[in-house]
């Protein structure tokens, strides 16, 4: 467990923050969405499963393995190679990426059973085994949001210390990939199944397959996809918009204040290749209504948000991150470990909050 200063001190140091927002107060999630059900009850009627999901994602993947045959003889540090995998390939994996997102809360499919599977097959083109592993700590994330010990998405007191700067931001940025794969595996321990092992060994049986068949050029296209997917690439802005605090108070005293918004939304046009993930208060608020309704239920529910905060760029998100002295990776709302207890009773195929 962290060191955490005591109640009241204030973590504003010359507009800069020095500790993470710790606050007692639950996240706003859970009371936005009774309170959304009460008013609207018909909002329901929007969870379930999106039937289209499977097939924009096999189209997706499909255009990757094109993207790979052909360059299969194509120099990886070529300008045409390098073009071709920041534009096209890390698009794709971004969009990848976010498939196995809506796959893990089972909005592809009605049992969990299939959105697994088919993750595995979407994973394919990342050329790292990824989709098993993401769905529990995503619903760790889901369930504890801000917590210390269980919401993986939350930087470690070590990174926000060591990559407070402009240089460390920078580089979290660049290489926020690596930090979000890591992370997990150090924080917090999840459940291992035999979805798992099937992963792992259809991932590599079809790296070894690509290899043997098209050469390493077209295997280091997948991995150069990821890589600019999780990097300095104009989708990825969602991962530091989502979740940092991008309007920080001049004055914040731990456990006392009021916590400043801990979820912003995105409405751009960059929805479109990501699965509208951009609309994440509205995804934290119903992780059962899929990436196609999630604009119905802002509209539905507009009054509920109007008045929250949200990026109008995710270009400019990421740029704002690493450039501006107040934001730092200090900048997340922290919240003590809800126990044990509480973990040990988390139902992973639960997606419905």
């Not at 467990?1 to 007692?24: C, L, R, V």
């Not at 796959?103 to 083109?125: A, D, E, M, R």
């Not at 619903?139 to 470690?156: A, S, V």
């Not at 290899?211 to 890589?227: A, E, K, Q, R």
Request: proline share 8%; glycine share 4%; hydrophobic share 40%.
């Amino acid at each position: 467990m962290s060191k955490i200063e005591a109640p009241g001190a204030d973590i504003i140091s010359n507009g800069h923050p020095t500790d993470f927002y710790w606050t007692q107060v639950k996240d706003p999630h859970t009371i936005r969405r009774k309170l959304i059900i009460k008013k609207y009850p018909k909002i329901t009627k929007l969870c379930g499963p999106e039937p289209l999901t499977k097939y924009i994602a096999t189209g997706v993947v499909l255009t990757q393995f094109t993207a790979a045959y052909l360059l299969r003889n194509t120099y990886p540090l070529s300008p045409l190679f390098l073009i071709i995998a920041y534009v096209l390939g890390g698009t794709c994996n971004q969009n990848i990426f976010m498939c196995i997102h809506e796959l893990s809360h089972n909005l592809g499919f009605k049992k969990p059973l299939p959105n697994k599977l088919f993750s595995i097959f979407v994973n394919l083109p990342i050329a790292v085994p990824f989709s098993a592993s993401f769905q529990p700590y995503h619903q760790l994330h889901h369930k504890f949001l801000g917590d210390e010990n269980y919401d993986t998405d939350l930087p470690t007191r070590f990174e926000a210390h060591f990559l407070k700067n402009v240089p460390g931001k920078l580089f979290f940025a660049t290489f926020q990939i690596f930090f979000y794969a890591l992370r997990p595996v150090c924080i917090a321990s999840i459940p291992i199944t035999y979805i798992h092992l099937l992963n792992v060994v259809a991932q590599f049986a079809f790296d070894y397959w690509v290899v043997t068949n098209w050469g390493w050029y077209s295997l280091f296209y997948f991995l150069l996809s990821s890589f600019f997917a999780g990097s300095l690439h104009p989708t990825a802005g969602h991962f530091v918009a989502e979740h940092y605090i991008f309007s920080p108070p001049k004055h914040y005293r731990k456990f006392i204040d009021a916590p400043p918004a801990e979820t912003y939304s995105y409405y751009g046009p960059l929805n479109t290749l990501v699965w509208n993930v951009g609309y994440h208060n509205e995804h934290h608020d119903f992780p059962y209504i899929p990436w196609s309704r999630l604009p119905e239920l802002r509209k539905q529910a507009a009054e509920f948000y109007d008045g929250l905060p949200n990026h109008e760029s995710w270009v400019w998100t990421i740029f704002d991150f690493i450039f501006s002295y107040d934001i730092t990776m200090y900048n997340r709302i922290k919240r003590k470990t809800a126990g044990m207890r509480l973990r040990e009773q988390v139902d992973f195929e639960d997606n419905s909050k």
